[in-house]
């Protein structure tokens, strides 16, 4: 099956500027996440959603950034203003349901530099 | 919230050796705890899992070990190649792999010819 797709690959803005990211997860998937890694760390979640509705926005830093699922299946993240300390891996993962132990899949990733 | 550890941060060992990653874990809720693999430039992905209700599971080369009273667990890699050679992440989650997971800060392991 094809696996979760992520665009743009890599994207380098100056700070203060807007950027968006686009996610496709796995068809069928109900859950769907987004992570910013930071070089060196662990992922860390930014906002989760359950089909359209977001399910887990706390660590997602709403001044700035926010993300939508419309139509329950692709995904926006935006940043608006973008700061330096946002440079930064952001992953797009999806899992079958929210619940049963689904294993997360998680998409390429787009490299976000902020200079 | 959650607060996941991860030992040691760098670990290198020689071809066949094994390895051994550690995870200590701050929330008793937590019942679902994966370990992902991060190839330089790549997605991670799931390599192994285990749920609360079991105490070690197994798969080829590697396993895993929970502790639940001491809130720890761990990832052992038996005849190491260098093909394991990457960032190996542990993870924990309340209500199973589709609630949100809480990542350690990762352990790069390098295996030597």
């Known amino acids: 099956e094809a696996g979760v797709a992520q665009s743009p690959r890599y994207k380098i803005i100056e700070k203060r500027q807007s950027v968006a990211f686009w996610c496709n997860p796995i068809?069928?998937?109900?859950?769907l996440y987004w992570y910013q890694q930071i070089l060196g760390q662990g992922p860390k979640l930014l906002i989760q959603?359950?089909?359209?509705?977001?399910?887990?926005d706390s660590q997602l830093p709403k001044d700035r950034f926010s993300a939508e699922r419309l139509k329950g299946v692709d995904s926006t993240l935006k940043i608006q203003p973008a700061k330096l300390e946002d440079s930064a891996v952001y992953l797009c993962?999806?899992?079958?349901?929210?619940?049963?132990?689904?294993?997360?899949?998680f998409g390429p990733g787009t490299r976000l530099t902020v200079l | 919230g959650e607060n996941v550890e991860q030992h040691p941060s760098t670990l290198s060992v020689q071809e066949g050796d094994s390895a051994v990653i550690k995870c200590t874990y701050s929330d008793s809720a937590s019942n679902y705890f994966p370990w992902y693999k991060q190839e330089l430039g790549k997605r991670p992905q799931l390599i192994i899992d285990?749920?609360?209700?079991?105490g070690e599971k197994k798969d080829q080369r590697i396993a895993v070990t929970l502790n639940k009273t001491a809130k720890h667990f761990s990832l052992h890699i038996t005849e190491t190649q260098p093909e394991d050679s990457a960032v190996y992440f542990c993870a924990a989650s309340r209500g199973g792999g589709g609630n949100k997971l809480t990542f350690g800060t990762g352990t790069q392991l390098k295996v030597e010819l």
């Open positions: 959603f359950q089909n359209n509705g977001v399910v887990d």
């Open positions: 993962a999806s899992s079958l349901k929210r619940r049963n132990y689904n294993e997360q899949f």
């Open positions: 285990i749920r609360s209700n079991v």
């Open positions: 068809s069928g998937h109900a859950t």
